[in-house]
């Protein structure tokens, strides 16, 4: 079935909005808001409809021509038609709409209380990290690369133009290294993660296996000569139901980690550890939520989800006390021996359950969060409570969970002042957001 639709907005997926003549809304993958569309219906879910969009009979003002030469076919990025001042817009419009829908806020306050988006300065060409599963395709030759659209196909591209510059070619050269390499022989490296700092220069290619014998010296020697790495690494792990449990970290050449700075101090980073993509925007973000929590001297502070440190640091510099908590190993020692470096004898780097650990830490003063997807555990809105920090920053990448934790934070007295929809993925439907919560008198 086929229908001309007008596109209205962007849903927070690669989808556009609109709606068909029987009155339900459809979700039409390559629209842009403000085109009139030919959409050819996929998918029929009951209460709304799925469908792509064949031809573009009136194209929008915000309609442009893609900038990256798989933007049909690969599924990283599905917002490069769209021009970038509406990506900003719709990024924006994606927040205030959760509000209003999950966290029941009436619209004239969800528009008052939402900034405009950050814009990212580098729309193409900011990603310090690319991460990509590994095949073989079937010639049984070694590929390397993002998944193509709604498939877990591997799309071998040969170049990341959302890379930095000294990233953007090292698909082709190390699937060009690996492919020579293994030959008919399966390395078994199932991930590849390559991340680069424009500010550093620091270059590394971490490879991601099971445990089980590897030729670690020929790896070594092919990847070096293919990019200019300053560090090659291993990630050994064992399969452990469906999760992959992280073994260890093999050295194969170079540093062993990868360097970056954020806010003046430098960053060691382990390859498992998770780090900002964006670095200059990450920079935003902690400015952000600094300026939100307005810290005096002697405040005594908690990160929770704190990762390898990025807000840590900058909040250890502004107050007396900081209780930095992380699960993740990797991400735990990274801080550790950061911290130490830096000289930071006022941050407390607890490894562990940040639902769990949060009632252990008594009163604060102030209180910063930065979850996964998932957002807050329910169990931990109730502790936030008992902490009784004056004001709270949550940090967010997913507005639904987002919002939901919202209305449970209304709920223990913590009311939303303000929330900033940061630009760290131009090109994508993805969004950070920095909001700040004030505890109600
Ligand atoms: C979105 S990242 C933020 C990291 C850090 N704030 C940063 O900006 O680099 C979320 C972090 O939460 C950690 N994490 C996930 N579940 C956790 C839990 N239940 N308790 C503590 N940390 C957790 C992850 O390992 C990850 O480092």
């Not at 809304?25 to 209460?47: L, M, Q, R, S, Y």
């Not at 430098?266 to 200059?280: G, H, R």
Request: charged share 25%; net charge negative; glycine share 10%.
């Amino acid at each position: 079935m086929r229908e001309e639709i007008t596109i209205e907005r962007l849903s927070y997926g690669d989808a556009a909005i609109g709606k068909a003549a029987d009155g339900k809304t459809v979700f039409a993958f390559g629209g842009c808001p403000g085109d009139t569309a030919i959409v050819e219906i996929t998918a029929d879910k009951g209460t709304y409809y799925e469908g792509t969009v064949v031809d573009v009979t009136e194209a929008s003002p915000h309609r442009v021509t893609p900038p990256c030469p798989y933007a049909d076919i690969c599924g990283g990025c599905g917002w490069q038609h769209i021009s970038y001042d509406c990506q900003l817009i719709e990024k924006r419009e994606n927040v205030i709409s959760q509000l209003i829908r999950t966290a029941g806020i009436d619209e004239e306050k969800a528009r008052s209380l939402v900034r405009d988006t950050v814009p990212s300065k580098r729309t193409m060409g900011y990603r310090n990290k690319l991460e990509f599963g590994c095949g073989r395709d079937a010639r049984d030759g070694f590929v390397v690369g993002p998944y193509k659209k709604h498939t877990n196909e591997i799309l071998p591209i040969d170049s990341c133009p959302l890379a930095h510059k000294g990233i953007e070619k090292a698909p082709k050269a190390i699937r060009g290294a690996l492919r020579f390499l293994s030959g008919s022989n399966d390395l078994g490296i199932y991930r590849i993660g390559i991340r680069r700092s424009i500010r550093t220069n620091d270059l590394e290619v971490a490879l991601w296996t099971n445990t089980g014998s590897f030729p670690r010296t020929a790896v070594a020697k092919t990847l070096s000569q293919a990019v200019k790495a300053t560090s090659i690494v291993r990630v050994m792990t064992s399969d452990k139901g469906k999760a992959r449990k992280l073994k260890g970290v093999e050295v194969l050449g170079g540093k062993g980690y990868w360097t970056e700075r954020v806010c003046d101090t430098e960053f060691k980073v382990s390859a498992p550890s998770f780090f900002q993509v964006n670095t200059a925007q990450a920079e935003k973000l902690v400015a952000l939520a600094l300026e939100g929590l307005e810290l005096e001297d002697d405040a005594v502070v908690a990160d929770l989800y704190c990762g390898i440190g990025t807000f840590t640091l900058p909040l250890a510099a502004a107050c007396d006390t900081v209780f930095a908590v992380e699960s993740y190993g990797s991400s735990v020692r990274d801080l550790r021996r950061i911290a130490e470096e830096q000289g930071f004898d006022n941050i407390e780097v607890i490894g562990g359950d940040a639902a769990r650990e949060l009632p252990e830490l008594g009163e604060l003063d102030a209180l910063l969060v930065d979850p996964p997807r998932a957002g807050l555990a329910a169990e931990i809105i109730g502790s936030i409570a008992d902490a009784g920090p004056r004001r709270l920053a949550y940090v967010s990448c997913n507005p639904a969970t987002w919002a939901r934790d919202v209305a449970r934070l209304a709920g223990v007295g913590y009311e939303l002042a303000c929330v900033t929809p940061v630009d760290m993925f131009p090109q994508t439907y993805h969004a950070e957001i920095v909001s700040i919560f004030q505890r109600e008198a």
